[in-house]
T-cell receptor, first 114, second 114 residues
């Protein structure tokens, strides 16, 4: 069964500090891995997308890494800001024929305190 | 360019009724996906449409159906509503059906079933 597990479930950090969120998956065959940011009451916003051949992708202060051998990904946030407070969701898509079926992690809730 | 729009934003129904939700993708986007988000299960994939055809389907009962029109607008229908169908229903659009396409989410329709 395809699964995506994220850790920690929640995280509280001080403004300006860095943090790293983890994502482990068992989706196979692997197609791509995405990280989304979801503010309360809003739809998710895409941060990064990585395919099998990519092991790092950056988007401003967000840097995602992918280790396809160990089936692990991380999202590193540098110099956190209050606006980074949100849920961060890891999504892994598996390819089945010509289809791409996404499996979602439960998310990490990040709170940035001033 | 306008983002993904969903109507209505909020909806209250009673058990046994049916509901239709609407999604207008970003202009030029031909792929529309639907997702259900609940506190208990997180985000789950419902289905994806491209060029008026359902291309991918998640693990939901047949009460959940959808369609896409020639202008790429999509509708999702849930028949014989159950209490457990209370959720935030999100739609997302992308240019193409390829796996690594960036998806843009709408704000969602929050459905409450009484």
């Amino acid at each position: 069964k395809n699964q995506v597990e994220q850790s920690p479930q929640s995280l509280i950090i001080l403004e300006g500090k860095n943090c790293t969120l983890q994502c482990n998956y068992t989706v196979s065959p692997f197609s791509n891995l995405r990280w989304y940011k979801q503010d309360t009451g809003r739809g998710p916003v895409s941060l990064t997308i990585m395919t099998f051949s990519e092991n790092t992708k950056s988007n401003g202060r967000y840097t995602a890494t992918l280790d396809a051998d160990t089936k692990q990904s991380s999202l590193h946030i540098t110099a956190s800001q209050l606006s980074d407070s949100a849920s961060y969701i890891c999504v892994v898509s598996g390819r089945a024929g010509g289809s791409y079926i996404p499996t979602f992690g439960r998310g990490t809730s990040l709170i940035v305190h001033p | 360019k306008a983002g993904v729009t969903q109507t209505p934003r909020y909806l209250i129904k009673t058990r046994g009724q049916q509901v239709t939700l609407s999604c207008s993708p970003i202009s030029g986007h031909r792929s529309v996906s639907w997702y259900q988000q609940t506190p208990g299960q997180g985000l789950q994939f419902l289905f994806e449409y491209f060029s008026e055809t359902q291309r991918n389907k998640g693990n939901f009962p047949g009460r959940f159906s959808g369609r896409q029109f020639s202008n790429s607008r999509s509708e999702m229908n849930v028949s014989t509503l159950e209490l457990g169908d209370s959720a935030l229903y999100l739609c997302a659009s992308s240019l193409r059906l390829e796996g690594a396409e960036t998806q843009y989410f709408g704000p969602g329709t929050r459905l409450l079933v009484l």
